[in-house]
């Protein structure tokens, strides 16, 4: 309960009735502090640490701090931030549970009440990243995809259903409804909280197991990914603790011009961001074109907060979050309450750029966006339309170093003839999804996606019979407006079918390419393309096979599906020919803004959203239904390859354990810059040949029924041996090849023999001998999704550091959650300069006195030809909380202690 020293209890009219909430204009005046140019993402963040204040986790310090931010001050402090709620996905939710239930045997086994291990913030479980594209192109596939999908996960939504049973506060939308961003915007936000208890009103703020989390941000509810190991320790009633940021002001001037999407403006200011280098920051949308922009516009440039590298993209609340609201079926109860309290609060209206002080301001004119693509293996690496030809020319050829494809020039050219797909070339797009939360939810795209497909579908155009096309929409709201326009049957009619509502594609689930075609790329290391309107675009991502995938709006999407290749340049080469042997052009299919803003209106049917939203709880479906979990308070852990108790806990005692020595360490992997959690962390298809189909064949599982690494995050023995298994990492301990390109899969040297072998199989037998192991990195390590078994799979395979130039937030976090040291090289130090082969020995030291924040500590490097050098490097464990979770073996441990000895 918030001590009465700020005396900032206060009521505000909510109609006729009046509502309590903690004041932030009346802390204002009790710490003599102009609260109203503070950063609107800031003030929401300080209305928790306000209302929460108890003198124990969150201290009257804490409060006058953040009210005192300064726009360039240096950032030491760190935010305890309890959240009003968590959201999470399945792929990394079940994990989650996993480790929630084994934290429940352990408190048994330990005399304790099992229930002491309850999540005390509501949680909501959206299974999303499950279903794959294995049925495309026809009217069933929804159907088929669906039944396939709950055959394989049968196990894993058993777990769950003992989870909705076992927690109070735990609950699950089921397989089918959509992704769970694009639910999180429609159904779970509330804008704002009321506390029946106490009478309290406060805003909605939550943490999600998805880096797309921010895309909440547009409503503006402040939000972000994180792991699911710091997720759940914000479930268990731990604050989410950050460093204090700063606050990026991006002022939008002007208005799109006709022709150009959200999504071109999200990849514009994509690149722009990146460029700023606002990592680990705060970036708030301001001015007279942000105001412009609809909710669901804003929607598309917060999800991608995480490709720009932002902690969050956020937009104020104003009339246009309001409407968004009423479109989408939210009680007008709950609309006053949420207007009334932002105006309350002095926190309604997107603002100017002068009344706000922003550690930085950037601005862009709408009015310069262009239609663009992003690709073909980064969501910065922004491409205008008319110039993606010759810049995939060029790439084919350019090196790996140049971001190239390291191929002859003479090759472009070939044609490879397949014996049932027919021929194949370079550039021929083999996968065109229309996926992902970031474009599905925004229904002025997928209206431009339906108008275009109309428009091809009357002139007579289809699409070349190599093309894998699907319709993923994010919610069935989706497919009630394409249907009320009459779109989806154009949809249909170029194999744009619904085929699945989740992440599919934008995750690597868009199923297989047919065996002839996977063997055409492969002998003949062809370069084909992906295109989608997803967020991610990383290698191996998409498809193992298809090393070119490009991010693009839906109606470019079905515009680059009709053209079938790449090596087109759309602004001035027909897409094909029409039935009346006329050439067709892009201009020729584009909507008007007219014409999409016309049929907005059947998109916003607060009684279509109602009607959808009401069945996750009266009708989720029969094949939910049909699915019996166990009950009681605890798992029984049956037998299974998809779900086991995760070890984490094995060795658990009331007492701190011993830090770990680092000596003699062998490096177990090298990795150069933007090395990504894809890489890192098992994800996508698993071969057979791989430690962990080698493993699942062990145990009677058929390679038919392999499933994804995704769909088996609950089963440590599956992740640890698929973890830096990626097909196309690059571990640079391996030679180059003869043509100067480098070993890709998930390959090491043994030392001292040099022998090559699996990580997983090197990691295996350092651990037998006792030898700790160590990896290195390049600039941003880890980035992209929020995947906490990127770390988890770490730590099981022995790894002690992870010592490189930069870290993603996400994932350097994750590290120390798990009580992996990440450590960061200072200066242009780096694994090129320091000459580090692999071959090499290693000691940490400086460990061994008191840890503090961001200390140096000593890299000791002994070389085969016995010289040592000693070199310092920065310890990334940032917070002064962070030293508690490391000291304690992680953050989970330490949860766990705290829960058990209160």
Not at 156 to 176: E, I, S
Not at 807 to 819: A, D, Q, T, Y
Request: with cysteine; aromatic share 8%; proline share 6%.
């Amino acid at each position: 309960m918030v001590h009465n020293t700020f005396n900032t209890l206060s009521s505000f009219k909510i109609g006729t009735k009046d509502g309590k909430f903690h004041s932030l204009p009346a802390l204002g005046q009790s710490l003599g502090v102009d609260i109203s140019k503070l950063p609107l993402s800031i003030r929401v963040v300080l209305e928790s640490v306000l209302r929460n204040c108890d003198d124990r986790k969150v201290t009257q310090q804490h409060v006058r701090e953040l009210a005192n931010w300064q726009p360039n001050a240096q950032r030491t402090s760190e935010i305890p931030f309890i959240v009003s709620r968590v959201v999470l996905q399945d792929f990394t939710g079940v994990p989650l549970l996993a480790d929630l239930a084994a934290m429940r045997s352990v408190a048994h086994d330990k005399g304790k009440s099992a229930t002491a291990i309850e999540p005390l913030v509501p949680v909501d479980l959206v299974v999303d990243h499950s279903v794959m594209i294995d049925y495309f192109g026809t009217p069933d596939a929804l159907d088929l995809n669906m039944k396939i999908e709950f055959e394989r996960n049968k196990e894993r939504y058993q777990f769950l259903k003992w989870g909705m049973q076992a927690f109070n506060t735990f609950g699950v939308v089921p397989p089918g409804f959509g992704i769970v961003h694009q639910i999180n915007l429609e159904y779970l936000a509330r804008g704002v909280h009321h506390d029946a208890k106490t009478a309290m009103y406060y805003p909605d703020t939550l943490v999600g197991t998805d880096s797309h989390t921010t895309m909440i941000n547009g409503i503006g509810v402040v939000g972000w990914g994180v792991g699911g190991i710091e997720a759940e320790a914000g479930m268990l009633g731990q604050p989410v603790y950050f460093l204090t940021p700063d606050v990026v002001g991006v002022e939008l001037k002007g208005a799109l011009r006709p022709g150009v999407t959200a999504t071109d403006l999200v990849l514009t200011i994509t690149e722009m961001l990146r460029k700023e280098k606002v990592v680990g920051k705060f970036v708030e949308f301001c001015g007279a074109g942000t105001a412009s922009l609809s909710v669901t516009d804003r929607a598309t440039l917060g999800n991608m907060a995480p490709e720009y590298g932002a902690t969050m993209g956020f937009f104020p609340v104003d009339d246009r979050t309001l409407e968004y609201f009423r479109g989408t079926g939210r009680t007008a109860e709950e609309i006053d309450a949420f207007e009334a309290y932002f105006k309350a609060q002095d926190m309604f209206g997107v603002p100017n750029a002068s009344d706000i002080q922003y550690s930085q301001l950037l601005t862009l004119d709408l009015d310069t966006v262009t239609p663009s693509l992003a690709g073909p293996k980064r969501p910065q690496d922004r491409i205008e339309l008319g110039d993606v030809k010759d810049t995939f020319r060029r790439l084919y050829s350019q090196s790996t170093a140049q971001d190239g494809f390291n191929q002859p020039e003479a090759k472009f050219e070939e044609v490879i003839q397949t014996p049932e797909s027919g021929p194949i070339r370079n550039g021929d797009i083999l996968i065109a999804a229309i996926t992902s939360c970031t474009n599905t939810s925004n229904p002025s795209v997928m209206l431009a996606a339906g108008l275009v497909a109309k428009k091809a579908h009357q002139a007579g155009l289809k699409v070349p019979s190599h093309v894998k096309t699907s319709l993923a929409p994010g919610s069935r709201v989706v497919t009630d407006y394409l249907q009320k326009t009459d779109l989806l049957d154009s949809l249909d009619a170029l194999g744009f079918d619904v085929a699945a509502y989740g992440c599919t594609s934008c995750i690597g689930n868009a199923g297989d390419l047919p065996a002839d075609v996977n063997a055409a790329i492969i002998d003949n290391d062809l370069v084909c393309a992906a295109v989608l309107s997803g967020n991610r675009n990383f290698e191996a991502r998409i498809h193992a096979n298809v090393k070119a995938n490009f991010l693009a709006s839906p109606p470019l999407v079905v515009a680059y599906a009709l053209a079938g290749t790449i090596n087109k340049n759309l602004e001035v080469e027909p897409i094909g020919t029409g039935s009346d042997g006329q050439p067709v052009y892009l201009k020729d299919l584009w909507p008007t803004p007219e014409e999409v803003n016309s049929l907005l209106e059947y998109a916003m049917d607060p009684k279509a959203y109602r009607d959808n939203y009401d069945n996750v709880k009266n009708n989720p479906g029969a094949l939910w239904e049909s699915i019996q979990g166990v009950t009681g308070e605890l798992y029984d852990w049956p037998e299974s390859t998809y779900i086991a108790q995760p070890p984490f806990f094995n060795d658990f005692t009331f007492e701190l354990p011993t830090i770990p020595t680092v000596k003699g360490a062998r490096a177990l992997g090298i990795f150069g810059d933007s090395v990504t959690t894809d890489h890192i962390s098992p994800a996508g298809s698993i071969k057979d040949t791989s430690p962990a189909g080698q493993w699942l064949l062990e145990n009677g599982v058929r390679k038919t029924d392999f499933n994804s690494y995704g769909s088996r995050r609950g089963n440590h023995e599956v992740m640890m041996r698929g973890t830096f298994a990626n097909v196309r990492i690059k571990n640079l301990m391996i030679p180059a090849l003869p043509d100067g390109s480098r070993f890709e899969g998930g390959d090491t040297l043994y030392q001292p023999s040099g022998k090559q072998m699996s990580i997983y199989d090197a990691a295996m037998a350092y651990q037998a001998a006792n030898i700790p192991t160590v990896v290195f990195g390049g600039e941003e390590y880890g980035t992209g999704s929020s995947r906490d078994w990127a770390a988890k799979g770490t730590l099981l395979l022995g790894v002690k550091a992870v010592i490189a130039r930069s870290f993603e937030r996400i994932h350097r976090s994750n590290l120390v959650g798990m009580g992996v040291l990440p450590l960061q090289f200072k200066g242009n130090d780096g694994v090129d300069s320091l000459q580090i082969t692999g071959t090499e020995t290693f000691d940490i030291e400086g460990l061994d006195q008191p840890i503090k924040p961001q200390q140096d500590v000593t890299l000791v490097i002994h070389r085969k030809n016995g010289q040592t050098d000693r070199v310092p490097v920065l310890l990334r464990i940032d917070t002064p909380i962070e030293v508690d979770y490391y000291l304690n073996g992680g953050i989970l441990p330490f949860v766990l202690r705290d829960l058990l000895e209160n």
